[in-house]
């Protein structure tokens, strides 16, 4: 079987397949020596699976509640009903003027992706080739195959802050940062997955202002932040204007078998988005747009997101930061990104004797499934060790599962700086 240019993008492997299939293998099949530190599946916040639950319930005890739910066709943009409960959330708490024409649902963040990198860049008419600009790197393994075409990516470096003796940030180079005429778009993750990294307020109005003024879209994925699920560590407000594409999901609030991504844009790209998803997949799922939309209308997902999603992960990231302390050598030559939001600690180990995907396949066999840092550094025009002296680790599953394998983490680790001493 020969596939064409595009069919082999999608079918020749990739760092976001490796990572759901374990995820997938770990959670499904998977026994209790297996610790899944690898993917980005949200915890188990039994105050959210009450609600889910009730939610759920009153559905099917509502007349038509069970054909709403899963015997009907939504319009390709989204439920009407959930599109103005979403509208009208963001209008009255953040002042932002939008209405229903701004939105649009897709099936998850990832297929919104999809969408607007193959619409925005790639191979045009005219012969141009444009690309997605990444300010900072490393960034989310989701985005490195899903060009239909041409590669899609163009990034830079960022500034590395040095905090402490185990600790770092990455801040965006601006003197690094140059827009030429082949850039279609700049894009963020906000918080950065994979390393947590929140940009602060300046940055993000900065990028905002360079975007603006070059006549692009500035986007920025908001899978992990504010204003929902609102799994933001440190100080920072969510951020929209009208040549904004800021993508949102219901997947870390709780709901990531629902597949909700919500798109907020221009009413030109809003209704692009839903043009493709009828084309594509003729409409969204039904489910999560049901379940969250009173809870989005009375505005109780704000307070979720502030009072129980927010505080219940801030405890888990120090739990895990605290294990990395206790179980890492002093001596090793490690740091972990500040951890100001998402679901992940980001650690780097200067001149690892071996590459970070070596040091996958050792923890693998012991049991624990990480991510290799080298899959999130693409784009970049050069080589750069740093690339591929990281790793990414959730810290959402059971603590025991989370101590153990951060213990494990350290002990081949340090076995790898003794064996290449």
Known sequence: MEYSVFGNR????????ELMDDLGNALVNGGPETRMLGGGQPARIPELTKIWEQRIREVIDEPGGVDRLVGSYDPPRGNPGFLTALADLFRENFGWQITEKNLAVTNGGQTA????????????????RKKILLPLVPEYI??????VGVDLFKAVKPRIEKIGAHQFKYRVDFDALKVTDDIAAICISRP???SGNVLTDNEVKHLSEIANAHDIPFIIDNAY??????IFFADA????????????????IGLPGTRTGIVVADEKIAAAMSSMTAIAGLSNGNVGQTIMEPLVKSGEILRLSREVVKPFYLEKSRQAQAWVTQYFEDDLPYRVHLSEGALFLWLHFADLPITTKELYERLKARGVLIISGHYFFFGLDEDWPHSRECIRMTYTMDAEVVESGIQII????ARAYREGA
């Open 410 to 413: 350290a002990e081949e680790v």
């Open 192 to 194: 950065t997955n994979p």
């Open 113 to 128: 992706f999809f969408f607007l990198f193959n619409a925005l860049a790639g191979q045009f008419e005219d012969g141009q």
């Open 225 to 230: 932040g504010a204003p929902f699920p609102n």
């Open 142 to 147: 989701g985005y490195a195959n899903q060009s």
């Open 237 to 252: 407000n969510p951020y929209w204007d009208d040549h904004v594409i800021l993508t949102l999901s219901l997947s870390k």
């Open 10 to 17: 999608l079918t020749g492997g990739s760092g976001i397949e």
